[in-house]
């Protein structure tokens, strides 16, 4: 059997395992980097970054305006093999 999953479908399943691991994402801004290695580093990766959604940041969606950034946290998780 095979499952072909397109970027948005592999993001989503991100966030679902990322939630089901225990970290609630409601309310946090999620950023999800897919990486494709070359050569000796031929493995892929992702980078998920998670921020705390400010007020401010909800009212950018509607207004576009930005107080500050929030440092995000980033889980860069590889597996040994």
Do not use: C, W, Y
């Amino acid at each position: 059997m095979r499952i072909h999953l397109d970027e948005n479908e592999i993001i989503q399943a991100l966030k679902e395992f990322i939630e089901a691991m225990g970290i609630p994402l409601g309310g946090k801004n999620v950023e999800v980097h897919l990486v494709a290695g070359r050569g000796a580093n031929g493995q892929h990766k992702a980078q998920v970054e998670i921020s705390q959604q400010e007020s401010a940041e909800v009212a950018e969606e509607t207004t576009s305006t930005v107080d500050e950034e929030q440092p995000a946290i980033l889980f860069d998780r590889e597996e040994e093999d």
